[in-house]
């Protein structure tokens, strides 16, 4: 069932199962192959997350990263090198990357997905997402994605379609660090125990510095546009959906819910000089019971920078800053601590998981709700652009796609 014809309660209810949810299956169904065989890893997208996330597998499982898959020749060379350079990769590979396993173009993903991998390691662009992620599911393959997993409201259906088809299955996870760091956990548990008692209103924002570009802002080639992909409204889903998706995720795991309704605004004022991406949201969240939540967002500032979902409740709140404190102060205060090296430290623990979710056959599936802070990120991003109140059903019902056509 799409959720375009879900009703709400069976949405959350989804979507909490496929967070929280691992299925059991033979090991050695996992692969066709016996479970302690090391798992054939494929990477789609040799940029910066791509190249960051990649040490990993080699470090810290016992995974093999045996194909790479980019549009830019250069960037896949440079992430083929790094690997190869890598003592824990070279140990388990046994011999370098070899030509027939390291693909060029904008296609390159389909002969990736049919090299012999296991997993694929989805580090695209969010644009391609969806489309990258199906094929995997559809070819058999373990996914292993970053959020955002798509720029818009048919994109995040086709990536519920895809995690429901491997339910059971295969593992489908989606890679927010939050979700898998401790004190956030723990915060999340004391909030659902109690511990603030309801939730009333509260805060999101996600202020931080201008990235930057990896292509010249003066040319408007389309492989220019690629590399500079963070910048472009569609291929990133503006820094709404594409960055500040993390606290709104947290958002929604606090409330255990999604919002309803948005309204908003924002522009593009201080960094005009690349692409099309606006620098500054502000929007109004409404949740369930009338809780609503006041988000702003910037991607230019200088002096100062801070990720924060606060939650403010009839006896307390809760307070988490990604790198920074996650507490409860209140009735029932919780000094918990400070989450510095999340960045890392959560890419790690995902990947562990994700091998050993494949290697046990207790798959993981987090992409239901993945598609849920993705599109709350879309509803609040739509609010914004029209300047009008949007409500969930009327995003969901418009099923507005983001089209483009790339010629590299």
């Not at 691992?22 to 890893?41: C, D, F, T």
């Not at 597998?57 to 995974?63: D, G, I, L, R």
């Not at 947290?250 to 620098?279: E, F, M, Y």
Request: proline share 4%; with cysteine.
């Amino acid at each position: 069932m799409g959720l375009k014809n879900m009703p709400r309660r069976r949405f959350l209810q989804t979507a909490a199962a496929a967070t929280a949810g691992l299925v059991i299956v033979k090991p050695q169904s996992v692969r066709g192959a016996p479970a302690n065989s090391a798992v054939r890893v494929g990477v789609i997208g040799c940029g910066g997350r791509g190249r960051f996330v990649s040490r990993f597998f080699p470090q810290h499982t016992s995974a093999r990263i045996v194909a790479l898959a980019d549009p830019f020749k250069d960037r896949l060379d440079g992430l083929r090198r790094e690997l190869e350079e890598n003592k824990d990769q070279r140990i388990k590979n046994g011999t370098a990357l070899d030509d027939k396993h390291c693909f060029v173009g904008l296609d390159s993903y389909k002969p990736l997905i049919e090299s012999g991998v296991d997993a694929v390691v989805i580090e695209s662009p969010p644009y391609f997402h969806p489309l990258h992620a199906a094929a995997a599911v559809d070819a058999g393959k373990h996914v292993y994605v970053a959020k955002p997993v798509a720029v818009d409201v048919p994109g995040c259906m086709s990536i519920i379609a895809s995690s429901e088809k491997a339910q059971g299955k295969l593992s489908f996870l989606v890679d927010f660090q939050t979700r898998s760091t401790d004190f956030y956990i723990e915060a999340a548990r004391r909030v659902f125990d109690g511990a603030i008692g309801f939730p009333v209103s509260g805060q999101v924002y996600y202020i931080a510095s201008r990235l930057s570009p990896q292509a010249d802002p003066k040319d408007k080639s389309d492989a220019a546009r690629l590399r500079n992909w963070v910048f472009d409204k569609i291929l990133s889903g503006d820094i709404l959906v594409e960055q500040n998706i993390h606290v709104l995720d947290v958002s929604n795991w606090l409330l255990q819910s999604h919002p309803i309704k948005a309204v908003g605004t924002g522009g593009r004022k201080a960094r005009t000089d690349v692409g099309d991406c606006w620098d500054h949201f502000i929007v109004t969240f409404w949740y369930p019971n009338d809780v609503l939540m006041d988000f702003c967002s910037a991607q230019y500032t200088r002096g100062y920078d801070d990720l924060c979902c606060r939650i403010f409740g009839s006896k307390g709140t809760v307070d988490t800053h990604y790198d920074g404190a996650v507490k409860i102060t209140g009735d029932n205060p919780w000094e918990g601590g400070l989450t510095s090296g999340i960045y890392q430290e959560g890419a790690v623990t995902n990947v562990k998981a994700f091998i050993a979710g494949i290697e046990t056959g207790k798959f993981v599936n987090t992409g239901a709700g993945g598609a849920q802070s993705t599109l709350t990120s879309v509803l609040g991003r739509t609010a914004a652009y029209r300047g009008a109140m949007v409500t969930w059903d009327e995003m969901v019902k418009e099923n507005q796609k983001l089209e483009t056509e790339l010629k590299i």
